[in-house]
Antibody
């Protein structure tokens, strides 16, 4: 069974940093691209970033470029999101989601999701 | 703001058919396949439809998807109380070089 478990969320100061992690199990992690998706309280889903299976190809939403860094460690079966220069608008639940193949985009994108981790940046 | 537009809400009585639209452009829906997600209250989203009209294993066949030009739609045939949830479309946008999600539609079972 595919399992994705996010961690690292919490309270962060405006202008501060946080590093989110996503531990994967139940599938060959190194064979899949991975994504981060966020959801602000009471709002819709927003794609954050994607990384290909080997880490060669990386994509960011425009509002995250230059502030967020996605990375992965295939040996540890883990996905990461380094978030810097946080603002109140970054307050959201951050989900780790598997893509459908080695490269982005995949047909069966976002086929498995973690339970999410809440990041709060107070005003 | 999302580049994929969905109606904010839809509703129906048990057994009815409900259709949710997702409107995009040539750089996203017009060029790539569309996925649909269901998000039950307080839970993570779940993949419902991929590649416009394919159902992952375990998804009931009352859920179906279609795409035409720069629009896509999700149909729930035979609405059930457990279908009350938020629904999102998503696809890749060639101009943005990134995924885009729809604005989301809340389905209410009357």
């Amino acid at each position: 069974e595919v399992q994705l478990v996010e961690s690292g969320g919490g309270l962060a100061k405006p202008g501060g940093s946080l590093r989110l992690s996503c531990a994967a199990s139940g599938f060959t992690f190194s064979s899949y691209s991975m994504n981060w998706v966020r959801q602000a309280p009471g709002k819709g889903l927003e794609w954050v970033s994607s990384i290909s299976s080997t880490g060669t190809y990386i994509y960011y939403a425009d509002s995250m470029k230059g502030r967020f860094t996605i990375s992965r460690d295939n040996a540890k079966k883990s996905l990461y999101l380094q978030m810097n220069s946080l603002t109140v608008d970054d307050t959201a639940v951050y989900y780790c989601a598997r893509d459908g193949g080695r490269f982005v985009p995949a047909a069966m994108s976002f086929d498995s999701w973690g339970q999410g981790t809440l990041v709060t940046v107070p005003s | 703001q999302s580049v994929l537009t969905q109606p904010p809400s839809a509703s129906g009585t048990p057994g009815q058919r409900v259709t949710i639209s997702c409107s995009g452009s040539s750089s996203n829906i017009g060029s790539n396949t569309v996925n649909w997600f269901q998000q039950l209250p307080g839970t993570a989203p779940k993949l419902l439809i991929y590649s416009n009209n394919q159902r992952p294993s375990g998804v009931p066949d009352r859920f179906s998807g279609s795409k035409s030009g720069t629009s896509a739609s999700l149909t729930i045939s035979g609405l059930q109380s457990e279908d009350e949830a938020d629904y999102y479309c998503a696809t890749w946008d060639d101009s943005l070089s990134g995924y885009v999600f729809g604005t989301g539609t809340k389905v209410t079972v009357l």
